[in-house]
DNA sequence: GCTGAAAATTACCTGGA
DNA sequence: TCCAGGTAATTTTCAGC
């Protein structure tokens, strides 16, 4: 896979992270560029999929939605078959926000974000519980999400690439 | 905090939710609302702050992320002034894209995005392990991000808050 | 990749329920 | 207070270079 990007790609990339509703003819200020060259070159990342999906990050509090967790789940028996319909099971599951496979002491590690204590406990009960082969489920309760909320820095990345191209040679 | 959202704001939301960069006239097309008024609704929810940012989420394998960890942290001493430095602290590091205040067998639990497993072990000794006051570090290795990415289900908030409401009467 | 015109979208203002 | 309509301003798209 060639890395077909230059400076002014990354930089898009940047301010895109930051606010994804930022207008094409903003970002051609702040990077020199045409606005119909900036469109361009939208169109172009997201088709070659370096951008996979513009979001909007609500305010989970005002929302009513005022208990986020990681969950940590083991499962009994760790072959594919189990693993695969795991997977397919948190899809259908709305309260889950994320589902990622780990190694270490748990198979997978779930985001979930809840109403409240009662609604946690609800769900764990009446959802995940309800699921089969279930052996450890672990709780970690978020009493603050901060810090960081980092996108991913792009800006070392060219060099980095260079560096990386160079050692191919 | 009074909730004065209706059925047309939580469909809205739903939308922006799905796609940030989805056009007010779009939005107007499928919740049967004047472009005008969609625009209206969208500024209050920003300034009233149930939105708190747009952004783009971009393919980190493309873009030469290919390793995600959450790894959990334990601090040797668990006051305030640690807890507050090492919140501070992982503000300022790049690597870490999330940082989550837990309960239970970790203090903190952050996802951390890298390069490769030679960039995140430079990242763990010369940056993470330089930090005085962790007693442990514990990697999990994100093997597959899937399922869910369900962003909150704004479906049933609405009848949840009429009960809410009541149940307050 | 740029320019410039056409098309689409958004912002603002006013009136009406 | 909230919504619709009209107009102005901005932004995006498309053609030609």
Redesign the pocket.
């Known amino acids: 896979m060639p890395f077909n990007l230059?400076e002014?790609d990354l930089k898009l990339l940047s301010h895109l992270q930051e606010n994804a509703r930022?207008?094409?003819?903003?970002?051609?200020r702040k990077i020199?560029?045409?606005?119909?060259?900036?469109?361009?070159?939208?169109?172009r990342l997201e088709e070659r999929g370096y951008i996979k999906q513009y979001v909007t990050v609500l305010n989970n509090t005002m929302l009513n939605r005022k208990l986020m967790t990681f969950t940590g789940v083991r499962l009994i028996h760790n072959n594919s078959s189990n693993l695969e319909s795991f997977m397919e099971y948190v899809k259908y599951v709305p309260e889950i926000t994320s589902c990622y496979h780990v190694n270490g002491m748990f198979d997978f590690l779930l985001q979930i974000v809840a109403t409240d204590m009662q609604d946690y406990r609800d769900f764990l009960i009446n959802t995940l519980a309800k699921f089969d082969n279930i052996s450890e489920l672990r709780t970690f309760f978020v009493l603050n999400e901060m810090g960081a909320g980092h996108a991913i820095d792009l800006t070392h990345l060219r060099s980095k690439f260079k560096r990386d191209q160079k050692r191919m040679n």
């Open positions: 230059d002014l930022i207008s094409a003819k903003d970002i051609s020199h560029l045409s606005p119909n060259s900036v469109s361009i070159r939208i169109k």
